[in-house]
């Protein structure tokens, strides 16, 4: 499966940004879709996932009830809303896609088979 992201961009803190991540190639139904993130410096870390079917979500503590993972299948898009964003959300933002993941790896960046080639977020404080 392909994946392309986009939406990233320069926000002040406290504002918001949408990043969509959209499919190609195959049945993106069939793949649990994660977010994650790399910052200068630093390693890729996990920040939300979403089941295949959409029914289950999970997040990093670090977003939890600021970001919000969804998908629509029918559109072949994995969509992260981001509010109250603070300048340490500052990253490059990629999606992934693997198959029907166990719930041990659904937050492990290695276990991802397929990577969109990123999108920058850029919060100023």
């Known amino acids: 499966v392909q994946l392309q992201a986009s939406g990233g961009g320069l926000v002040q803190a406290g504002g918001s940004l949408r990043l969509s991540c959209v499919a190609s190639g195959r049945t993106f139904r069939n793949y649990d879709m994660g977010w994650f993130r790399q910052a200068p410096g630093k390693e890729r870390e996990f920040v939300a996932a979403?089941?295949?079917?959409?029914?289950?979500?999970y997040y990093a503590e670090s977003v939890k009830g600021r970001f919000a993972i969804s998908r629509d299948n029918a559109k072949n898009t994995l969509i992260l809303q981001m509010n109250s964003l603070l300048p340490e959300d500052t990253a490059v933002y990629y999606c992934?896609?693997?198959?029907?993941?166990?719930?041990?790896?659904?937050?492990?960046?290695?276990?991802?088979?397929?990577w969109g080639q990123g999108t920058q977020v850029t919060v100023s404080s």
């Open positions: 992934a896609a693997n198959s029907r993941l166990a719930l041990s790896a659904i937050r492990t960046t290695t276990m991802y088979n397929y």
């Open positions: 979403i089941r295949w079917s959409g029914g289950h979500s």
